[in-house]
T-cell receptor, first 114, second 112 residues
Framework: KQEVTQIPAALSVPEGENLVLNCSFT??????LQWFRQDPGKGLTSLLL?????REQTSGRLNASLDKSSGRSTLYIAASQPGDSATYLC?????????????FGQGTTLQVKP | SQTIHQWPATLVQPVGSPLSLECTVE??????LYWYRQAAGRGLQLLFY??????ISSEVPQNLSASRPQDRQFILSSKKLLLSDSGFYLC???????????FGQGTRLTVV
């Protein structure tokens, strides 16, 4: 059974700091891994999708890496800003099924202090 | 471009009352559709998914049901709500397992 874990559960950093969020999964048989952002009381906003054959994806100040063999992904946020404060969720699409369902981690709640 | 609409945004319902949450997707055809629930401290859990009109699969036994009467419409229902049905319900779509998934803005359901 696929399980996804995110560490730490919460993180507080001063503005301008570079930071790394971690995501690990137990079964390396995945289609892809996707990072989302969730603001309080809101839906999920897709940040980056990494296919199982890829090593990393970049979008602006965000860079996500994937090491499928070790079951790990990181989301790197450069020059953090108060507007980056949110909960960040990672989710994998299991390769055992083509339904496209997502298995989520519990999320990391990030606070960037001005 | 594709968009996903979910309503209502918030809902307070008494125990034993019926429920109907609606989700529609615009700008695409034959998407895979999903209902997830986010309960406090428990993360997101898949409730139902659909790969086509009238095709519904349930992931967990519960008091809820889902229907897909049209290609881009997904409905979550209950005949009689329980207190334990409270939570944040999210609709999502993607074209296939190897494409990006997109979520709606969610419905906060409180059963009182």
């Amino acid at each position: 059974k696929q399980e996804v874990t995110q560490i730490p559960a919460a993180l507080s950093v001063p503005e301008g700091e570079n930071l790394v969020l971690n995501c690990s999964f137990t079964d390396s048989a995945i289609y892809n891994l996707q990072w989302f952002r969730q603001d309080p009381g809101k839906g999920l906003t897709s940040l980056l999708l990494i296919q199982s054959s890829q090593r990393e994806q970049t979008s602006g100040r965000l860079n996500a890496s994937l090491d499928k063999s070790s079951g790990r992904s990181t989301l790197y946020i450069a020059a953090s800003q108060p507007g980056d404060s949110a909960t960040y969720l990672c989710a994998v699409t299991p390769g055992s099924s083509n339904t496209g369902k997502l298995i989520f981690g519990q999320g990391t709640t990030l606070q960037v202090k001005p | 471009s594709q968009t996903i609409h979910q309503w209502p945004a918030t809902l307070v319902q008494p125990v034993g009352s019926p429920l109907s949450l609606e989700c529609t997707v615009e700008g695409t055809s034959n998407p895979n559709l999903y209902w997830y629930r986010q309960a406090a401290g428990r993360g997101l859990q898949l409730l139902f998914y659909s790969v086509g009109i009238g095709q519904i699969s349930s992931e967990v036994p519960q008091n809820l049901s889902a229907s897909r009467p049209q290609d881009r419409q997904f409905i979550l229902s209950s005949k009689k709500l329980l207190l334990s049905d409270s939570g944040f319900y999210l609709c999502a779509w993607r074209m296939s397992a190897d494409t990006e998934a997109f979520f709606g803005q969610g419905t906060r359901l409180t059963v009182v």
